[in-house]
């Protein structure tokens, strides 16, 4: 993989990651009527393991994805 392939994947991949963690806060904050939990605010061990495996497994997944698809249009295109 050249740079150029290198940069257009590293942008997907962080676009992806940024997109879907805003995802992951919305349904958070959409399924249990409050805001994602935050070590700052005080909120409970529980609830902040919850939020950052449900974050975080999201994110994977979606990294993943895009991924395979950024590769896939850098072959088809030649890039």
């Known amino acids: 993989m050249d740079m150029k392939s290198k940069l257009i994947s590293t942008a997907v991949m962080g676009l992806s990651a940024f997109a879907v963690g805003k995802a992951v806060e919305l349904a958070w904050k959409i399924a249990t009527g409050n805001n994602p939990p935050s070590a700052e605010e005080g909120d ?24 395979q698809k950024t590769n896939q249009f850098i072959e088809a295109h030649g890039l």
């Open 44 to 67: 409970s061990t529980t609830r902040l393991l919850a939020f950052a495996i449900v974050s975080a497994a999201a994110v994977t997944v979606a990294q993943r994805f895009a991924a």
